[in-house]
């Protein structure tokens, strides 16, 4: 059984900091997504990995992925308050199954 | 066009009820999704269509019936339900996995809020 473990859950950051979000999974993968969701809304897809080493990056977030650690990283970079939201990752199986993390709710002060 | 749309954006049934949440992309995406979300949860998967089959069924109860009657259209007809299956009900589409496809990211509609009374 896939088994997704996300961490920190809850993430409080001030403004101008940086901070990064782990994503340990159990088993071999396909691929591994990252998303975002507003409190109330639906997902919105930040980046899809694919392979080995693959990174990232759009604004101020970068992904990477390291499938023999199994780990991906969300790196975020000089935190603005419009990033609070929470951010899952999501590994999918090569079967098509998907299991999400649990999520790290991010606050962002001023 | 990127969009996955929903409808009803909210709904409330009777525990006798019948009805259907609806599900449309035209993307041209050959894989569709239903996902359950309860409050402060990760999504949950229920279902996968691929090529307009069932393709992952995870144990989902038989009150809940997927059926997908073309390439666009993604039905999650509701009967029966119990209190503890209100939640957000999302719906995603996307490529389906292969050497033509590599990028299959993942479009989510805006979800059906489902209250069961």
């Known amino acids: 059984e896939l088994k997704v473990e996300q961490n920190p859950l809850f993430l409080s950051m001030q403004e101008g900091k940086n901070y990064t979000i782990y994503c340990n999974y159990s088993t071999t993968s396909d691929r591994l997504y990252w998303y975002r969701q507003d409190p109330g809304k639906s997902l919105e897809s930040l980046f899809v990995l694919l392979s080995n080493g693959a990174v990232k990056q759009e604004g101020r977030l970068m992904a990477s992925l390291d499938t023999k650690a199994r780990l991906s990283t969300l790196h975020i970079t000089a935190a603005v308050h419009d990033l609070s939201a929470t951010y899952f990752c999501?590994?999918?199986?090569?079967?098509?199954?998907?299991?999400f993390g649990d999520g790290t709710t991010l606050t962002v002060k001023p | 066009d990127t969009e996955v749309t929903q409808t009803p954006k909210h709904l409330v049934m009777g525990m006798t009820n019948k009805k259907s949440l609806k599900c449309e992309q035209h993307?041209?995406?050959?894989?569709m999704y239903w996902y359950k979300q309860k409050a402060k949860k990760p999504p949950e998967l229920m279902f996968v269509?691929?090529?307009?089959?069932?393709?992952i069924n995870e144990s989902v109860p038989s009150r809940f019936s997927p059926e997908c009657p073309n390439s666009s259209l993604l039905n999650l007809h509701l009967h029966a339900l119990q209190p503890e299956d209100s939640a957000l009900y999302l719906c995603?589409?996307?490529?389906?996995?292969?050497?033509?496809?590599?990028?299959?990211?993942?479009?989510f509609g805006q979800g059906t809020r489902l209250t069961v009374v």
């Open positions: 269509y691929s090529y307009e089959k069932l393709s």
């Open positions: 993307m041209g995406h050959r894989a």
């Open positions: 995603a589409s996307s490529q389906v996995p292969g050497p033509t496809y590599l990028n299959t990211e993942a479009f």
């Open positions: 999501a590994v999918v199986l090569p079967a098509g199954k998907s299991t």
